[in-house]
């Protein structure tokens, strides 16, 4: 892995600069329960159904209501050659969709909070001449919030969820957060928490630092292809 030459470092949301993880319970919960569905799910179970999008993770939680699949199979919901999904009901799965997004954009920053030193790591990463990215699979309306209001000048640029562009691991979020910075893909790095995070670094043509302080666990992130681990965000720094 390169080091001390990026020019920009782009971040995944969820489990890597912000532990959105309560909230997410919180909303899925009540809106599963609004549709009269299981609504019983723990943060250590919401954490795996998070991390392609609001779409898998409802898909997720309908797959395990229904017993349809493990949770040792859900990272395989909505990847290539999934044969979960297509026996979940796309109408249903579809209506808790649009039920879930504007609940949760109204209600996204109530117990969230930022991990420990990464306003700092922006701040140091920004006074060095980086520029500093947030791209996610989170809605795109959620992800505007969540940045002003935790993240207020620290990011040159916000992306979510957008119908008119792929959700990661599709490459296509990275790259326009590239073009819109001006960079190529070897000028950055991304940095995630997920197996997801691993896979679009690697579709986009960027190196990846996998942090282990978020939705996944360091033996999993290794498990699934992870290179570089950082522990804490001072690690970071070191890489530019």
Known sequence: ???????????????TVLNTLEDLTSALNHVLAETGHDHDYGIAQVRQFFGSGVQVAITRALVIEKGIASYEQLE???QDGDTITPRVDAQEDRRIQDIFRPYYAAHCAIQTGEYA??????RQLRAAGIQTAVVSNKP???????????FQ???DLALGEQPQIRRKPAPDMVLK?????????????????SEIDIQ????????????????RSKTFLQNHGARFLVDTPEEIAAFF
């Open 177 to 193: 957060a590239l073009k819109d910075l001006g960079l190529t893909p070897e000028q950055a790095v991304y940095i995630g928490d």
């Open 200 to 215: 679009t670094a690697e579709n986009a043509g960027l190196d990846c630092l996998s942090v282990t302080w978020g939705f």
């Open 117 to 122: 030193g990464i306003s700092p790591l922006l």
């Open 153 to 155: 000048g620290l990011f």
């Open 76 to 78: 395989y919901v909505g």
């Open 140 to 150: 795109d309306p959620a992800v505007q919030k969540l940045t002003a209001d935790y």
């Open 1 to 15: 892995m390169q080091h001390k030459t990026y020019k920009a470092a782009i971040f995944d949301m969820d489990g």
